[in-house]
DNA sequence: CTGAAAGCGCTTACAG
DNA sequence: CTGAAAGCGCTTACAG
C-alpha cells in the first residue's frame, strides 16, 4: 500500500465540520454553496494536506481528465513544436496528456492507443503514422473515444491542421513568379496525406504555369536530402520546392557540398517554418504552417468534443503562409 | 455516463463459467491457474471486447501504470531525443507516461507535478527547470512520489545524466591538442547544474594547459550565438567550446555571415550530439551524450524505484564521448 | 445545504 | 483453483 495520501474526502469533511457531499461540492467550487464554507472546506483541505483523487472520481463520473497525444515522430522539430502547442492550450483546462511516440509504426500506433484505452482517457490527439488507414478513426469511435487528427488527415472526423496544397502552390507559385521555369519537387517519399497534398499543390502550380512537374522523393532527411541535391547536374532544376524545412535544410548543405549558392544558383523553399529555419544561413524561404497554432486548435477541438461529444464534427485549417527570406533568391 | 464499455470482469467471468477471482488472475496470467483456464477466460474477455480498467485497478493496487515524464523544453532536439529514449524503454513495460513541457518556468513545473500528483502517477522522471532549488525533490519524496532526476541533477537523489565536466574537457583539450591557444567558451547563461558543469569542464582543461579561460554567456539560441559570434574581432578566440549543438549551430552561422571559414578560421565544438550535428555543413565536433540512452537509463532507472522503492539511491551516469568531424579543422 | 446509501470496476485476503 | 465479501476514494441522486 503506497497510497501517497491517507486523507480522504471524508477527513476533509469531519475536519471542516460538514457532511461528505458538502465537501466534495465544496472543493470544486460548486455555486450551490455559500462562500463561507467553500472558504471553511478548502481551509481545511489546505490544513490536511489533502490531494484530489481524480482516478477515484473517473471511476464513478466517467472523466479521467487526461489524454492521448499520439505523434509519428517527436524527433522532428514541427511536431515538437505542435506538442508544446498542446501543452500550452491544454495548461488552462486542468487536463494532462499522455504522449506516445510511434515512429511511423502502426503497430506501435495501435498498441498506444490500447494502452491509452486501458488508462480510460477522456480522448484523443491523433498524428497518424505513414500508411494508417482511414478504418482507424471507426475503430475508435467504436471504442467510446473522442479522436482528433492531426495534421495527417482522413476524409472524415474532426480535424486540425493546415492546408498542404494551397502552401505547396503558394511556393511554387512564388518561385515561378522569381523567373524560374525548372523546378522540381523535393520529398514526399513516405505515404501520408501530407506528402500527398503537398506535392499536389506543387504540381497544380506546375501545371497552372504550363511548366513540366518533377518530382524527386525523399524522405525527411537532412542527410538524404543533401546527397540527393549534391547530386543534381549543374543543368538540372533552378529551384527546389521541399516537402518541409528539414529536406530543405539538406537541399541547401547538398548544394553548398558542390560549390553551388543557395539563392543564386539555386533556390529553395521549405515548408512548416520550424524555429531554425529563420536562423539558418541562408535564412529560409518556407511557408509558415503554425506548428504551435495547430497544436493550440487540435486540443480545444479535442476539448469541445469531449464535452459534447454529440457536437458535428468540425475541421480547424490554419491557413498557410509564405514567409520569405533569402533562400529563394529574393532578398 | 460514457464509460466506453460496459462490459466488466464479471461478465468475463460468468462467460467463462469460472469466478471473478478466477478471471481478474487468468487475464493478468497467473501462474498458479491451469493453462486451459487462463486460455479459455482470455478467449471469453475476447469474445466480448473486455478491457481492462486500470484505473478502478489502481484503487486497489496502488499502481496507475503511468508516470510523468517533466522536460524544460521539448523544442529543443535533445530532450526530444531524450522523450523517444524514454518512450522506447516504456513500451516494453505496459507503462504509459504523461508528458509536460516547463518551458523552464518553475510555476509550471510545480503545477504539472501537482496535476501528475493527482493523477497518481506512479513516479515521475524530471528534468529540472533552471533555477529549481534541490528541496523540490524532498517535497516530491514526502508526496511519495518515486522521482529520478534527469540530465540536470542535484547532489542527492536518483539520477540518469551524463559528465558535463568530463565532456566539456574533453572537447577543450581536444582543441588545446590542435595547437588553439586562444579558446573561448559560448553559453551556459542559464541556472542550470549543467551549464556550470560544462562551463567548469572547460575551465578546468584551461587551467591545466595554463592558459586563460573567456567566458561569452549566451542563451541556447542559434539567433543569439550567430550574432557574438559574427561581432567577434579577427584577433579574438581561434577556437570556441560552445554549451550545446544549438549553440554551436549558431557560431558556425555567425562565422559564416562574418565570412569566416568554420574550422580553418575559427574551430569550433558543440555538446550533445543531436541528429543535426552529424549533418550540418561543416558537420560538427560534439561531444556525445546519448539523449536517448539517457533517456532510457533514466526510464529504467524509475522503474527500478517503482518497484522497490526502498532500493539505495542510484546514479547513472553515460559516459560523454568524443565525436571528430570537420567543425573543428580537424579532418 | 445535509446525511445516509449505492455504486463505479477492480484487487485482496480468506475460508473452502 | 473457487466464491463470497470487503474496500480503494470518489460522485450521484434522493429524501430531508
Known amino acids: 500500500m503506497r497510497h501517497a495520501t491517507p486523507v480522504r474526502i471524508e477527513d476533509v469533511a469531519r475536519e471542516a465540520g460538514v457532511a461528505r457531499s458538502t465537501a466534495a461540492l465544496a472543493l470544486k467550487g460548486s455555486p450551490r454553496l455559500r462562500q463561507e464554507t467553500v472558504a471553511s472546506v478548502r481551509a481545511a483541505a489546505g490544513r490536511l494536506g489533502y490531494v484530489y483523487d481524480r482516478l477515484a472520481a473517473r471511476l464513478r463520473s466517467g472523466r479521467s481528465g487526461a489524454i492521448g497525444l499520439v505523434v509519428c515522430e517527436i524527433t522532428n522539430p514541427f511536431y515538437a513544436e505542435l506538442t508544446a502547442g498542446v501543452q500550452a492550450a491544454l495548461e488552462s483546462s486542468g487536463l494532462v496528456a499522455f504522449l506516445a511516440n510511434t515512429e511511423e509504426s502502426r503497430e506501435r ?44 488527415g482522413f476524409r472524415a472526423g474532426a480535424h486540425a491542421g493546415t492546408d498542404h496544397r494551397a502552401g505547396s502552390a503558394m511556393a511554387t507559385r512564388h518561385l515561378i513568379g522569381l523567373g524560374h521555369r525548372h523546378i522540381a519537387y523535393l520529398g514526399a517519399a513516405a505515404d501520408s496525406s501530407t506528402s500527398r497534398q503537398r506535392l499536389a499543390g506543387y504540381a497544380l502550380a506546375m501545371r497552372e504555369a504550363g511548366l513540366a512537374a518533377r518530382h524527386l522523393p525523399c524522405l525527411s532527411d537532412i542527410g538524404e536530402a543533401a546527397s540527393i541535391v549534391a547530386g543534381l547536374p549543374r543543368s538540372g532544376p533552378t529551384a527546389l520546392v521541399c516537402f518541409n524545412d528539414t529536406v530543405a535544410f539538406g537541399a541547401t548543405v547538398g548544394l553548398a557540398r558542390a560549390g553551388r549558392a543557395v539563392g543564386r544558383d539555386v533556390a529553395v523553399t521549405g515548408f512548416d517554418d520550424v524555429r531554425a529555419a529563420a536562423q539558418w544561413h541562408p535564412a529560409l524561404t ?41 533562400s529563394c533568391g529574393a532578398a
Open 109 to 152: 500506433q495501435q498498441l498506444m492507443l490500447e494502452r491509452f484505452r486501458e488508462q480510460r482517457v477522456d480522448g484523443v490527439l491523433l498524428v497518424p503514422a505513414a500508411g494508417t488507414r482511414p478504418a482507424l478513426l471507426d475503430t475508435v469511435a467504436r471504442w467510446g473515444m473522442p479522436c482528433v487528427t492531426v495534421v495527417r
Open 286 to 326: 518556407t511557408i509558415r504552417a503554425g506548428a504551435a497554432a495547430i497544436g493550440d486548435a487540435a486540443a480545444r477541438l479535442l476539448l469541445e468534443r469531449i464535452a459534447d461529444p454529440a457536437t458535428p464534427t468540425r475541421r480547424v485549417i490554419v491557413a498557410p503562409e509564405l514567409v520569405i527570406r533569402s
